[in-house]
């Protein structure tokens, strides 16, 4: 692992050191406390949610006596239960808690029990007796556009005029993919706890990449208002997005009860039922059509996107509206239209999940970047390199942000060199001629992803710092612990603006009661806004210190400076502690709250033109694979990858996002398969039949570097990039690695047909349609 140390000064845990996660000895022994090992209050009841089992339908009677009478059930909810609003949905409030008389998918949570044990509530929830009346159900993107079922309206973005730029084209291809979605499968479930306070308070303990919004929700559906709730999360075993918005659901229902029993609930889902109940990454169909020269330029695309957004609008519009503004991915498209359909389905409402659309809205132009060169007999890495945005001209993407810190040209061929890319093309080629039923493959892909919300009033942060008389310090802020090492991120920017140990400083779990009306720590940007608020905090003390000190001691201010754990005080110092003790006594404020917002950034949304990002991460991966052409099965043989963190917080954690991040789309491309049935089931729903990478599945050689620091153009914090969502992208590598080699059984010119994820059943099937191209496809 290279990692380039550089710290910035020596106190423990300065800013760049690759000190391990805060958490790490924790999590590896097991004492990590999560929301489910907080200690059970004595009167706790423990909840389950009925479910529908249909996908559309009337519900004509529900009789829940036998739930009621069931052994240990405490109470039972239905939604005339609820007090305030039936909402759990996070800008459009068109997601019931519990469903009305109509359902729409199957696994919407229709009533809560709440019973002495867990295994009580559990067995009394499936007793229920539900007469139905089944509506018709769409469960299919296409079948949604064909019905002009959508939950939002559809968008388009132009530039230039790419009808007429299709037409003059010396090439055409046209194409259509299916790119399936992903299960966040964090390894802990949704769950939350309520506590009951006085005069009928709620205090919440959640998995929540969002406790603010909690908030709210639970304030609106138990009738209170924001004052009244308190939500709390000290760290979540995993979130990928899939706690941005998803927990309301589950955390709603347990206030709901507690409002009703007044007693602590507790309502955490097995993994069968977190499968079937909330919502995932989404699927797209993309339609493509593109114009290019006989070199791979490409003239025009006109991308139509088609994704499953299920039965409600969750978030899925700005994840829409952000696979629009990646469908560039790292190239210049001089004529562009993308029309995207948010398409109402009968199933799940899919959300958040790392990459938030970015992913589908690359895969998209990659999969055109490909065709291309397949058609051209061209190296798909030279059509790519042909497209990439320019430094200084070719550099305004289609929504008319400047690309002003280009970096992937130097970084491709940086990577381009490092791998080896020439002579292994040469060495697979030469391995595919022998080798008749093993096939190797191999592919450079980059990205280029867009840093901030792209609902520019998101990008806002807070924190609130205390300093105690012993010269130790408590740490808060608005952003949520995942795993992604947010919190000592943090902590190491607090230390070294202080320039004290990091060991004299407290990490302390989200709190709403803290820091108000925090963002969700989502985007990628939870150390850019968060750092730079706790900056913030620590430098308004440490302001009122050093005038304490100038004036205490005699000194100009400009004489007081902070260093390793000292404060220097002209040609005298003190120890930071003594220091804080003595403005302590001269009755100074050691306690200060931080805030930031982006500068720059702005957006249009009706004409989604503007300034949306703050700048913009980059990396490139090489995958080689071998596939089997009998079978299908697949191997990752290798992978080189080269990111960008500008100048890293923390290599070692960064280079734990790269790694896992990797994965993680790797994952999706390849063994993540979900599958509904006709009546809208979903047939996958647990690790049995869904497929997320194990440690065998990492790359047999696996090479990730980190690029050499290079500063932020931007002020971000100490000039470092967001690491959390890009390096999932760098897993297109693989797919077009597995598709290069399926292309090996035929000659060039000829069009790859391989559906994502590239299953090794995707993987046979797109080999036999080159193989026996006159056969109808193998099922
Ligand atoms: N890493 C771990 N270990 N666990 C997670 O849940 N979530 C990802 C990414 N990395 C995640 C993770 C997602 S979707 C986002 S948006 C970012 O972390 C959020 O954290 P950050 O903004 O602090 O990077
Ligand atoms: N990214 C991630 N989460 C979000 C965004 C975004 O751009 N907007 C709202 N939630
Ligand atoms: Mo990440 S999908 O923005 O939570």
Known sequence: MAVSESPLSAIKGSVGSSIPHDSAHLHVSGEAS????????????????????????????IDLQPVRDAAGVVDVIVVDDIPGENNCGPVIHDDPILAPNLVQYVGQAIFAVAAETVDAARKAARLAIIDYEDLDAILDPLDAVEKQSFVLPSETLTRGDSTRALE??????????????????????????????????????????????????????????????????????????????????????????????????????????????????????????????????IDAVEFVFASRCGMSADLSGAINDRAMFHCDNAYYLPNLSVVSHRCKTHTVSNTAFRGFGGPQGMFGIECVMDDVARHLGIDALDVRRRNFYGVGERDITPYGQKVKDNIIVELVEQLHASSGYVSRVADIKSFNAESEILKRGIALTPVKFGIAFTATHLNQAGALLHIYTDGTVHLNHGGTEMGQGLFTKVAQVVAEELQIDIDQIKITASDTSKVPNASATAASSGSDLNGKAAQAAARTIKGRLSRFAAEHFGVAEADVVFTRNEVIVGDSSVPFKELVRLAWFARTSLSATGFYKTPDIHYDRETFSGRP???????????????????????????????????????????????????????????????????????????????????????????????????????????????????????????????????????????????????????????????????????
């Open 168 to 297: 003059s084209a010396a090439n055409r291809l046209q194409g259509r993919v299916h790119l399936g979605g992903q299960d966040h499968f964090y390894l802990e479930g949704q769950i939350a706890m309520v506590l009951p306070r006085d005069d009928g308070d709620l205090f919440i303990f959640s998995s929540t990449q969002h406790p603010g919004e909690l908030q709210a929700l639970i304030a609106a559906a138990t009738g209170k208002q924001a004052k009244d709730v308190v939500v709390e999360c000290r760290r979540m075993g995993g979130g990928f997005g899939g706690k941005e918005s998803q927990p309301a659901l589950i955390a709603c229902i347990a206030a709901l009860m507690t409002q009703r029993t007044g007693r602590a609930c507790k309502l955490r889902l097995d993994r069968d039922d977190d499968m079937k109940m909330t919502g995932k990454r989404h699927d797209f169909v993309i339609d493509y059509n593109v114009g290019f020269d006989s070199d791979g330029h």
């Open 34 to 61: 999560y929301t489910d090992d907080i200690a059970e209050p004595r009167d706790l009841l423990h909840l389950a949610v009925g479910m529908s089992e249909r996908a559309h339908a009337r519900i004509k009677s």
């Open 613 to 779: 990002f703050y700048y913009y991460t980059y990396g490139a991966a090489v995958s080689e694979v071998i596939i089997d052409t009998l079978t299908g099965e697949n191997r990752l043989l290798r992978v080189d990858i080269l990111h960008d963190c500008g100048k890293s917080l923390n290599p070692a954690i960064d280079m734990g996002q790269i790694e896992g991040g990797f994965i993680q789309g790797a994952g999706w491309l390849t063994t993540e398969e979900l599958c509904w049935n006709e009546k809208g089931e979903l047939m996958t729903y647990a690790p049995s039949t869904y497929k997320i990478p194990t440690s065998s599945d990492v790359p047999i050689d696996f090479r990730v570097q980190i690029l050499e620091s290079v500063a932020n153009r931007e002020e971000t914090v100490f000039r470092s990039k967001a690491v959390g969502e890009p390096p999932l992208m760098l897993a297109l590598s693989v797919y077009y690695a597995l598709k290069d080699a399926v292309s090996s059984v035929a000659g060039d010119g000829q069009r790859v047909s391989l559906q994502a994820p590239a299953t090794p059943e995707a993987v046979l099937n797109a080999v036999r349609a080159l193989q026996y191209p006159d056969e109808t496809q193998h099922a």
